[in-house]
């Protein structure tokens, strides 16, 4: 910010007084900025020449929100309720010119106006559920005094962002204006009337509406305590006065911030906008994609050419022959199909999106490809046997991207003699749904190679993870672990259910054993014949998994697994299974203990974290927040605890040192405590602190 550019000025226009805002990028609520309206508004009131105010954000923008960085310092005056109560207090008619989102605390500002009017691109929402919290500025008060309490708990609740449209159907725009917003709204100013929510009653709302939106939004609190807390306090305002409800609002709001879910939501907050800072990238730009090719039409590749499709690319869709390639564009189709049936798009849609895919055996057409994704077999000869085909045909400058999950990419890159275009793209199944993309970067992979990665995940709305090569990447390598420990639980007296209860009970959707039957257990299968020749004798190994294959349990698609399923997929211990794990436990004279579901909780985080200590420590993930991100949105990791490196920073390193160190008693070679967790432990901090310094190192000392 320019020291001499005050976030907040004044403009003069006859008797209308604009207060514009400008504190780039979003206009947030910064003390600054809520000073500055404050003795904006105070002053203008007192002004006899002025007779009207207008709010304006500027072209593009309205105010964005609160400023999520003093979230988590003592709040400090003036506070946005006073701000906020000094626009509705104001005697004068004050106009909300939106232009772009008013979002969270910049709708509150807006909904104290009288007019609110916005441009065509504004967007309008309470969108502080997101963070764990609930609106804190009187918005669970005043939206249902204009929507009703249905649909203000919906609004609230689900956090929804509405556009223009949207919110003038619902009366919280006054109106859409086409033209010069600001000159509308300065014309408009001198003659509205005052017209105070504060001072409505809340409409008389329909209780079989009322009932649902909350069930709804009970259904999908999944474990944030600010929707039960929403819910409560937007009853309110049909019942009591509107500043009893505003008490009400800034009790729970003030509590709420401070709650360990509201926390780790923040954290994931700048979380996400770190992950796309690497070092060394700053100046670097992306190559330019528009046709992309996809190798390999199969799950994934059927999965990623949506993907690519929906972000309106047009994309090749290679095979092996023709067949393959009419089953892939099948496959493609079919996902589209799904997404017509369930309403999330339209027939017209669906069809547009799946006339950008063309199926082809042809690799010829692979010239024209700006971005190549392969997705072919996991075997790293079929891999390099087309590396190198593709080589002979890719345009010169061409991204060569593979999505393999374990192999090694430097390997894959060597076979090219263009080592500097390849890198790896790694989505996770369903790749058109699930948020986290790898991307990992090989030893030789160029800067403006990765920065590609980076703007097409953008341009896809995925949370891209960059990652360093090695085996399983930063995801799958702590997976490893993770499952791996879940089954020495089960080998050492836990029963898979037992497990999968405490996951579920920590914020999982699913538990472990039920996702490994969801995927499929021979591919995991696979790779550890692949890898037996190599296994260090001294690691534990469970085979409790490779017995259920060998009887033909595959998961779910063979109707059973670690669980058995009856016709209709609902699934249940199997007696056969118990019987397998206990001659497992008998061969190794196990005598099995219990474990509580704190135990099993506290044991699968340690060792998620301690793995993620040794991929830190090697530099394989550049920052601690990075693998929270890959475990929350590749892996299910419940959002409110973090990710996995949060959570283990909430428990002390102290605490999880000593039960790594029980894990590696029970696990053997590779579950050692990592010597990184070793010193944060001994010296008392936690990754959260370790990682600012490191990455300070790394950008010279410069604040991001
Ligand atoms: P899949 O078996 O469903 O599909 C592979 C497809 O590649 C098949 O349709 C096959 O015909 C085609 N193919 C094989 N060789 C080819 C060639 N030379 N030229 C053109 N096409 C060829 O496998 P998948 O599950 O989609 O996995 C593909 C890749 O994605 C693998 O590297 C896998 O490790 C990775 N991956 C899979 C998952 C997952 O959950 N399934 C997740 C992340 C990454």
């Given at each position: 910010?320019?020291?001499?550019t005050?976030p907040?000025?004044?403009?003069?226009?006859?008797?209308?007084?604009?207060?514009a805002?400008?504190?780039?990028?979003?206009?947030?609520?910064?003390?600054?900025?809520r000073?500055?309206l404050?003795?904006?508004?105070?002053?203008?009131e007192?002004?006899?020449?002025?007779?009207?105010?207008?709010i304006?954000?500027?072209?593009?923008?309205?105010?964005?929100?609160?400023?999520?960085?003093?979230?988590?310092?003592?709040?400090?005056?003036?506070?946005?309720?006073?701000?906020?109560?000094?626009?509705?207090?104001?005697?004068?008619?004050?106009v909300?010119?939106?232009?772009?989102?008013?979002?969270?605390?910049?709708?509150?500002?807006?909904?104290?106006?009288?007019?609110?009017?916005?441009?065509?691109?504004a967007?309008?929402?309470?969108?502080?559920?997101?963070?764990?919290?609930?609106?804190?500025?009187?918005?669970?008060?005043?939206?249902?005094?204009?929507?009703?309490?249905?649909?203000?708990?919906?609004?609230?609740?689900?956090g929804?962002?509405l556009?223009a449209?949207?919110?003038?159907?619902?009366?919280l725009l006054d109106?859409v204006?086409?033209?010069?917003?600001?000159?509308?709204?300065?014309?408009?100013?001198?003659?509205v009337?005052?017209?105070?929510?504060?001072?409505?009653?809340?409409?008389?709302?329909?209780?079989?509406?009322?009932?649902?939106?909350?069930?709804?939004?009970?259904?999908?609190a999944?474990?944030?305590?600010?929707?039960?807390?929403?819910?409560?306090?937007?009853?309110?305002?049909?019942?009591?006065?509107?500043?009893?409800g505003?008490?009400?609002?800034?009790?729970?709001?003030l509590?709420?911030r401070e709650?360990?879910?509201?926390?780790a939501?923040?954290?994931l907050?700048?979380?996400?906008?770190?992950?796309?800072k690497?070092?060394?990238?700053?100046?670097?730009?992306?190559?330019?994609?528009?046709?992309?090719a996809?190798?390999?039409?199969?799950?994934?590749?059927?999965?990623?050419?949506?993907?690519l499709?929906?972000?309106?690319?047009?994309?090749?869709?290679?095979?092996?022959?023709?067949?393959?390639?009419?089953?892939?564009?099948q496959?493609?189709?079919?996902l589209?199909a799904?997404?017509?049936?369930s309403?999330?798009?339209?027939?017209?849609?669906?069809?547009?999106?799946?006339?950008?895919?063309?199926?082809?055996?042809?690799?010829?057409?692979?010239a024209a490809?700006?971005?190549?994704?392969?997705?072919?077999?996991e075997?790293?000869?079929?891999?390099?046997d087309?590396?190198r085909?593709?080589?002979?045909?890719a345009?010169?400058?061409?991204?060569?991207?593979?999505?393999?999950?374990?192999?090694?990419l430097?390997?894959?890159?060597a076979?090219?003699?263009?080592?500097?275009?390849?890198?790896?793209?790694?989505?996770?199944?369903?790749?058109?749904v699930?948020?986290?993309?790898?991307?990992?970067?090989?030893?030789r992979?160029?800067?403006?190679?990765i920065a590609?990665?980076?703007?097409?995940?953008?341009?896809?709305?995925?949370?891209?993870?960059?990652?360093?090569?090695?085996?399983?990447?930063?995801?799958?390598?702590?997976?490893?672990?993770?499952?791996?420990?879940?089954?020495?639980?089960?080998?050492?007296?836990?029963?898979?259910?037992?497990?999968?209860?405490?996951?579920?009970?920590?914020?999982?959707?699913?538990?472990?054993?039920?996702?490994s039957?969801?995927?499929?257990?021979?591919?995991?299968?696979?790779?550890?014949?692949?890898?037996?020749?190599?296994?260090?004798?001294?690691?534990?190994?469970?085979?409790?998994?490779?017995?259920?294959?060998e009887?033909?349990?595959?998961?779910?698609?063979?109707?059973?697994?670690?669980y058995?399923?009856?016709?209709?997929?609902?699934?249940?211990?199997?007696?056969?299974?118990?019987?397998l794990?206990?001659?497992?436990?008998a061969?190794?004279?196990?005598?099995?203990?219990?474990f509580?579901?704190?135990?099993?909780?506290?044991?699968?985080?340690?060792?998620?974290?301690?793995?993620?200590?040794?991929?830190?420590?090697?530099?394989?993930?550049l920052?601690?927040?990075?693998i929270?991100?890959a475990?929350?949105?590749?892996y299910?990791?419940?959002?409110?605890?973090?990710?996995?490196?949060?959570?283990?920073?909430?428990?002390?390193?102290?605490?999880?040192?000593?039960?790594v160190?029980?894990?590696?008693?029970?696990?053997?070679?590779?579950?050692?405590?990592?010597?990184?967790?070793?010193?944060?432990?001994r010296?008392?901090?936690s990754?959260?602190?370790?990682?600012?310094?490191?990455?300070?190192?790394?950008?010279?000392?410069?604040?991001p």
């Open positions: 910010m320019d020291a001499v005050p907040v000025t004044v403009a003069r226009h006859g008797a209308v007084a604009v207060i805002i400008d504190f780039p990028p979003v206009n947030a609520l910064s003390k600054a900025v000073q500055g404050m003795d904006a508004v105070r002053a203008l007192a002004d006899p020449d002025v007779a009207a105010l207008v304006s954000g500027g072209p593009g923008r309205f105010i964005a929100g609160a400023d999520i960085r003093e979230m988590s310092q003592p709040p400090d005056a003036p506070f946005l309720p006073d701000v906020v109560a000094a626009i509705d207090a104001c005697a004068k008619p004050v909300a010119a939106i232009a772009g989102a008013a979002l969270g605390g910049g709708c509150e500002i807006a909904l104290a106006c009288d007019l609110r009017l916005g441009r065509p691109k967007l309008m929402g309470l969108t502080e559920t997101r963070l764990g919290l609930i609106p804190g500025a009187g918005g669970t008060q005043r939206l249902p005094r204009l929507v009703g309490v249905a649909q203000a708990i919906a609004l609230i609740c689900e929804r962002v556009k449209g949207d919110a003038l159907a619902l009366g109106e204006v086409e033209g010069d917003l600001l000159a509308e709204a300065i014309a408009r100013a001198p003659g009337t005052k017209r105070r929510l504060s001072e409505l009653p809340v409409p008389a709302g329909d209780d079989a509406a009322e009932e649902a939106a909350i069930a709804r939004a009970r259904k999908a999944k474990g944030v305590p600010a929707i039960a807390e929403a819910i409560r306090v937007i009853r309110a305002a049909g019942e009591a006065e509107f500043a009893t505003l008490a009400l609002e800034r009790a729970a709001f509590a709420l709650s360990a879910e509201a926390k939501l923040r954290h907050f700048f979380a996400e906008r770190e992950a796309t690497v070092p060394g990238l700053e100046s670097v730009a992306p190559r330019p994609v528009e046709a992309v996809v190798i390999g039409a199969g799950t994934m590749g059927a999965g990623i050419a949506v993907a499709a929906d972000a309106g690319l047009s994309v090749t869709l290679v095979e092996r022959d023709g067949e393959a390639a009419a089953a892939g564009l496959r493609v189709a079919d589209y799904r997404q017509v049936k309403g999330r798009l339209t027939q017209a849609q669906g069809a547009e999106r799946l006339g950008c895919v063309t199926p082809t055996a042809d690799w010829a057409s692979l490809a700006d971005l190549v994704v392969e997705a072919a077999f075997d790293l000869a079929v891999k390099a087309i590396f085909r593709l080589d002979a045909v345009k010169p400058g061409a991204v060569l991207a593979t999505n393999t999950s374990y192999l090694d430097d390997a894959i890159a076979v090219t003699s263009r080592p500097q275009d390849v890198v790896g793209l790694h989505f996770f199944a369903p790749a058109n699930m948020k986290l993309l790898e991307v990992v970067r090989p030893a992979t160029a800067p403006d190679v590609t990665a980076l703007a097409l995940a953008k341009r896809m709305g995925k949370q891209p993870v960059v990652a360093g090569n090695c085996d399983g990447f930063i995801g799958n390598r702590i997976y490893a672990l993770y499952r791996r420990h879940a089954e020495v639980l089960v080998e050492d007296g836990a029963s898979p259910q037992e497990v999968d209860a405490a996951l579920e009970a920590y914020g999982f959707a699913m538990g472990i054993f039920a996702v039957d969801m995927s499929g257990l021979d591919i995991a299968y696979a790779m550890r014949k692949r890898r037996a020749a190599t296994r260090d004798p001294a690691e534990r190994y469970v085979s409790i998994a490779d017995r259920l294959v009887q033909g349990r595959l998961g779910r698609k063979t109707g059973a697994g670690w058995a399923y009856d016709a209709a997929g609902a699934k249940s211990a199997d007696p056969v299974v118990e019987a794990i206990a001659e497992a436990r061969e190794k004279a196990i005598v099995p203990r219990s509580t579901p704190e135990q099993i909780q506290r044991r699968l985080l340690a060792v998620m974290a301690n793995e993620g200590a040794k991929a830190l420590a090697e530099g394989i993930a920052r601690a927040s990075d929270d991100l475990f929350v949105h590749g299910g990791f419940p959002r409110t605890r973090g990710g996995p490196m949060w959570a283990a920073d909430q428990m002390g390193l102290r605490v999880v040192l000593t039960e160190e029980a894990a590696h008693a029970a696990g053997g070679t590779g579950s050692e405590p990592a010597p990184l967790l070793v010193a944060l432990a010296d008392g901090r990754f959260a602190d370790w990682q600012p310094t490191k990455q300070a190192e790394q950008q010279g000392g410069q604040e």
